[in-house]
């Protein structure tokens, strides 16, 4: 089954500007996509589309077999978010806001509180549980953020950079969770510029670049292509294979120095 669908997306802000051009992206369930593109593509004009934050000009979103309309939010209820600039009530604490969204989702006190707890402990913000929000650094608040995301235990995880600012330590085991969740069933939308990340956690990529699709396929093939010494068209990353398609002159870019050096 698509835990995700995205049918003919479109989106134009002032001026002109086109964000989405018919947009066409499908998440196996159960699986975690890379969604990657250069600064601008359209990253994060779709994902705030799926979040209900903005609205489309046209298309269809789909999640777990159902449309998704404009005016639809209970919806949410299956879904985690950490989006590419949060928002916080930094005035609270991380367990106040973690009690908070816990309520938010109906979750009752004393399991709340059982989850709150075991967050804090996994994502080594035990020390600063009573620091208001607004003293964390970046890495912490993405932690915070995180927590927030799965702590209903979501049947699809909508994440916009979340390892940006994180500690070696605690990003791994982040990433080794997120794999353990997808065992069980839950789908990823991975957001990331980390190319190095993307090729070593998710199960397929998708490439956009002016607001569509340019390249999409599954890691497993990807990565024969890669040991395919034989033939003609190899890469040596996946990092080449992004440069290749987002770029109109892919040599003239690859070859850029500055003058001086």
Same mark, same amino acid.
């Given at each position: 089954?698509?835990?995700?669908? !995205? ?12 964000? !989405? ?9 159960? +699986? ?11 990253? +994060? ?5 799926? @979040? ?5 000009? @046209? ?43 816990? %309520? ?13 707890? &075991? ?18 650094? #970046? ?5 915070? %953020? ?10 699809? !995880?909508?994440?916009?950079?979340? !390892? &940006? ?5 605690? @990003?791994k ?20 510029h ?9 199960? &397929?990529? @998708? ?23 034989l ?6 990353s996946? &990092?080449?294979?992004f ?8 040599? #003239? ?9």
């Amino acid at each position: 089954m698509k835990a995700i669908e !995205l049918v003919g997306l479109r989106k134009s802000y002032a001026k002109g500007v086109t964000a !989405l051009d018919g947009l066409e992206l499908s998440v196996e369930q159960g +699986s975690i996509l890379g969604f990657v593109g250069p600064n601008g593509a359209g990253k +994060s004009t779709t994902i705030n589309i799926i @979040a209900g934050l903005i609205r489309k000009d @046209a298309g269809e979103v789909r999640l777990l077999g159902g449309k998704i309309e404009p005016t639809d939010f209970d919806y949410k209820r299956n879904i985690g978010f950490v989006l590419e600039t949060p928002r916080y009530i930094e005035k609270l604490t991380a367990r106040e806001y973690l009690r908070f969204a816990a %309520s938010m989702y109906g979750i009752n006190d004393q399991e709340a509180e059982e989850r709150i707890d &075991e967050l804090l402990g996994f994502l080594n913000l035990e020390g600063k549980k009573k620091d208001r929000i607004e003293s964390y650094s #970046a890495g912490m608040k993405k932690k915070v %953020s995180l927590a927030a995301a799965i702590i209903h235990r979501p049947k699809i !995880l909508v994440l916009d950079e979340p !390892l &940006e600012a994180i500690d070696p330590v605690s @990003a791994k085991i982040i990433k080794d969770n997120l794999r353990l969740m997808v065992q069980q069933g839950v789908t990823v939308l991975l957001s990331s510029h980390v190319l190095d990340t993307v090729e070593k956690l998710c199960d &397929e990529i @998708a490439i956009i670049n002016k607001g569509k699709i340019v390249f999409q396929s599954k890691m497993e093939e990807i990565k024969a292509k890669l040991k395919d010494q034989l033939g003609q068209e190899t890469y040596s990353s996946l &990092e080449e294979i992004f440069v290749e398609v987002v770029t109109e002159n892919s040599d #003239a870019n690859q070859n850029k120095k500055l003058s001086w050096l």
